[in-house]
């Protein structure tokens, strides 16, 4: 209860160092993407669906006579997977202060400051997905160890922290209060990330890293093993070129059926961008390997992931962009080959 009163006080105290406005400024962006997918499962059945990404974002901002600039923004997403697909809002933003220094506190739903430091590595700008196996726990992200609940808050540093081209986060959140059931709930989370920019001859490096702890609470069978882990990636431009690689390694508690298994995993992701003209060509790889049981228990068989995705993307005109993506997928449950295959995308993006 002393965290959650200390957060608000914060809270009401910074935003009542703010002059009052008429009007705050408001920006809208957002995206129409839509295409078509060909699901090629192994043994199975072949799939075609119309693939749907619609979003549209306003963006509030503010500054104060101090020059601290407080911002907020709020979503209305429709990622459907068919034509038929109903909208869903996003409105769980909260505030985010920038000061003059060049720093930032983002206050409520803050987030992980390890998952705002992890390399972002090429692969299929496509819409592709390949069915898989409803318990396979592989992942092939990053960020799969970075959880957070809504009351949290994320500094974040300004530029040179400490030393040229490093920037730094800092996270932490508690629980929200409700009572625990037999589904995982997060209690909290501490985190810490960074990213370092550097030059290397005619090449821009960016390497990222975070590590990250969070524990939690369920009824019935206790939680053993919460969840944490690090990752690290490095990304490097040359011209046109864009090489990247990434590593994760963690835990994680809540996954699978009810929330009632956890798993230890690690990652391996490496991808190529190229920019030609209006083309783009991506090419990526991702290896996930990880054994998952019943929460409390200390054995378990591996499951697995490999994937492999490529994409081509023409700039058409200003701000719609044609889009082929292919992937496949390799996958394995508890030690045994299960439903994977191909999928391919065309389609087209429209972003304004």
Do not use: C
């Amino acid at each position: 209860m002393k965290k959650e009163l200390l957060m608000g006080t914060a809270l009401v105290s910074t935003l009542g160092a703010a002059s009052v406005a008429e009007a705050v400024t408001a920006t809208m962006s957002g995206n129409h993407q839509t295409g078509i997918e060909f699901d090629s499962p192994t043994g199975g059945t072949d799939v075609n669906n119309q693939v749907n990404d619609n979003n549209f974002s306003v963006a509030l901002s503010e500054t104060t006579d101090g020059g601290m600039t407080i911002s907020s923004s709020f979503s209305i997403v429709n990622e459907g997977a068919t034509s038929g697909a109903i909208g869903t809002s996003d409105m769980d933003a909260g505030f985010s202060l920038a000061f003059t220094d060049g720093s930032k506190l983002d206050v409520l739903n803050a987030g992980n400051a390890s998952a705002s430091h992890d390399i972002s590595v090429p692969s299929s700008a496509g819409a592709e997905t390949v069915a898989g196996h409803a318990d396979n726990a592989a992942v092939t992200g990053l960020d799969f160890a970075t959880g957070a609940s809504v009351q949290g808050i994320e500094y974040h540093t300004a530029s040179d922290f400490l030393t040229d081209g490093l920037t730094m986060s800092f996270s932490a959140s508690t629980d929200s209060g409700s009572a625990a059931t037999l589904t995982y709930r997060i209690d909290g989370h501490v985190a810490v990330g960074a990213t370092y920019v550097t030059d290397l001859g005619d090449s821009a490096i960016t390497i990222g890293a975070g590590v990250s702890e969070i524990n939690g609470t369920k009824t019935s069978t206790a939680v053993a093993n919460d969840t944490g882990g690090f990752h690290v990636g490095l990304s490097a431009v040359t011209g046109d070129l864009t090489v990247a690689v990434g590593f994760a390694d963690g835990n994680k508690a809540g996954v699978g059926t009810s929330s009632a298994n956890e798993m230890t995993a690690e990652v391996v992701k490496a991808g190529i961008k190229y920019v030609s003209g209006d083309l783009t060509f991506n090419v990526g790889i991702a290896s996930g390997d990880a054994t998952d049981t019943a929460i409390g228990s200390v054995s378990g068989s591996a499951d697995s992931k490999e994937v492999a995705s490529a994409s081509v993307s023409y700039a058409v005109a200003s701000g719609v962009t044609a889009i082929i993506g292919y992937t496949t997928v390799d996958a394995a449950n508890e030690g045994v080959a299960t439903t994977d295959g191909s999928a391919w995308y065309i389609g087209a993006n429209m972003a304004f």
